[in-house]
């Protein structure tokens, strides 16, 4: 059924290495994602669609392949589709808990080194309907990718998803355009300047590796640069608390109730912030209450979260890899009022919006892309003190798709985290529906479905609020005063 490819090496970026090599028993560096369908899906059709989508992107066909010298990509001579797509059922009529159960020793189990890292699993008896459980190596894509590669899979109508032979019509290719646009939203104008930049932190990087005091001088780039870097370098580490403890070698994932897309943007229009600051306030007070709940008092606590920042040009946006920086984001757990947290997040947006954070740390990624194993483990568990989640939200197509002749109810995806992080915080809209997923070490949330529920709570709380509240385009965060 396929052609055997030739095997020659290529090699890998190293940004893409730096994500290859960070992956540890603790935290393994797989994109878990579920797909809800509305019916089963053929397997041959599936898989089918896997062969002619999926797979246009020679990447998928590849190894990864790490040594000494360096990284590189190596075409697998004996790929087996069979070897990455597999049907599952769960025992009975699966349930919540059951789906959670097996997701999780998934995203608790690393890919196969001896083949290209990437798999699909089809739950086909979960009680709410087929789950298609997708699993991929971050060093092939980051999330805003892995979107474009679901639109790729996936077409707007159920007949043209069984389609796999002819080319797409234009008005698809259009409609499709229009859709990787919105997930894209490239910076164009600045995104010359910022590749400048980006390649400006990787040799500041590797100055700094050989010399530190060249953060306080201030030499080897722009004083922007090297302001970043130092903040970056001299950042506190985040308090101990139920969150981040010693991890283990076991996940746990779970997933929130969706909410509907257009409440959240009327909210962060009536009070001026937007759809972004209204979900990440709503978390930081779901994770508080939790902290309570545990005893653990998260008063006078700030935790931070590492934001991905999209940095790929649409021009760029139907290629894999990963072309994104990381920013440091404070979550205001410490505070009870839910306008006050909602200020708070977006002023700290605002803030990070003109820093050059982003930039700063994708330079420094690719640096410690060329440093020795050793190091970058080193480098990296310093970083990741400093933060106690990784927060992604990835805005996905807001009309429904279709693979394989299937309708996709709902998707989600949990990132991977890194060095001593143990949580990860995914957000995602699709279809006019917003969803939650989270994934944390067992050791330290044994039950995370008890800390995602209230997500959707928090937001009903926000909502109450609301009604009080003036829709004047401004956050007036002390209303709840009047009412103590």
């Known amino acids: 059924m396929f052609q055997y490819l030739d095997s020659k090496k290529e090699p890998m970026r190293k940004v893409d290495t730096a994500w290859l090599r960070m992956e540890s028993p603790h935290n393994l560096m797989m994109i878990t994602g579920l797909l809800f369908l509305d019916k089963m899906p053929d397997l041959a059709q599936f898989t089918e669609a896997l062969e002619k989508k999926f797979l246009k992107y020679r990447r998928f066909r590849q190894l990864a392949h790490q040594t000494a010298s360096g990284s590189y990509w190596q075409d697998d001579k004996y790929f087996d589709m069979t070897a990455h797509v597999r049907r599952v059922a769960l025992p009975g009529k699966a349930n919540y808990r059951e789906l959670q159960d097996y997701v999780s020793n998934l995203a608790s189990?690393?890919?196969?080194?001896?083949?290209?890292?990437?798999?699909?699993?089809?739950v086909e008896n979960y009680d709410q309907g087929p789950v298609v459980v997708s699993r991929i190596h971050h060093c092939y894509a980051d999330g805003i990718a892995l979107i474009q590669v679901l639109l790729s899979m996936t077409s707007t109508s159920r007949e043209k998803s069984l389609d796999f032979h002819s080319e797409e019509s234009r008005k698809e290719e259009h409609q499709k355009l229009g859709l990787l646009k919105q997930v894209v939203n490239p910076a164009k104008k600045q995104f010359a300047h910022s590749l400048k930049l980006m390649n400006e932190a990787t040799e500041l990087g590797?100055?700094?590796?050989q010399d530190p005091s060249l953060i306080e001088k201030g030499l080897g780039g722009s004083v922007d640069i090297v302001e970043e870097l130092f903040n970056a370098l001299t950042l506190s580490d985040d308090p101990e608390t139920v969150y981040k403890t010693e991890l283990c070698t076991r996940k746990r994932v779970a997933w929130a109730q969706s909410l509907p897309l257009d409440e959240v943007k009327a909210i962060a229009k009536a009070t001026?912030?937007?759809?972004?600051?209204v979900l990440i306030s709503n978390l930081a007070g779901a994770l508080r209450e939790y902290m309570?709940?545990?005893?653990?008092?998260?008063?006078?606590?700030v935790i931070r979260a590492t934001v991905p920042v999209n940095l790929r040009p649409l021009k760029h946006a139907k290629e894999l890899g990963n072309h994104f920086g990381l920013v440091f984001l404070n979550l205001p757990i410490f505070e009870d009022n839910p306008l006050k947290r909602l200020a708070y997040v977006h002023q700290e947006m605002n803030e990070l919006k003109k820093s050059k954070q982003?930039?700063?740390?994708?330079?420094l990624l690719s640096m410690i892309g060329l440093t020795p194993q050793a190091v970058q483990t080193m480098l990296l568990n310093q970083f990741s003190k400093k933060a106690t989640a990784v927060l992604t939200n990835v805005p996905g197509p807001q009309v429904p798709l279709y693979?394989?002749?299937?309708?996709?109810?709902k998707t989600m995806f949990w990132v991977p985290q890194n060095g001593t992080i143990g949580m990860g915080i995914s957000i995602l809209s699709y279809n006019g529906q917003v969803e939650f997923g989270l994934i944390v070490d067992k050791k330290s949330v044994p039950q995370p479905h008890q800390v995602i529920v209230r997500f959707p709570e928090q937001f009903a709380q926000l909502k109450e609020l609301m009604m009080l509240h003036p829709?004047?385009?401004?956050?007036?965060?002390d209303l709840l005063d009047e009412y103590v």
Not at 272 to 277: A, F, I, K, L, M
Not at 403 to 409: F, Q, R, S, T
């Open 109 to 122: 189990t690393p890919l196969d080194k001896n083949k290209p890292l990437w798999s699909f699993h089809i």
């Open 206 to 209: 590797k100055k700094v590796l």
């Open 272 to 277: 001026g912030t937007t759809v972004n600051d």
């Open 292 to 301: 309570i709940e545990r005893g653990d008092d998260p008063d006078n606590k």
């Open 358 to 363: 982003a930039i700063m740390s994708l330079g």
């Open 403 to 409: 693979i394989a002749g299937c309708k996709v109810e």
């Open 471 to 477: 829709w004047d385009g401004e956050v007036h965060d």
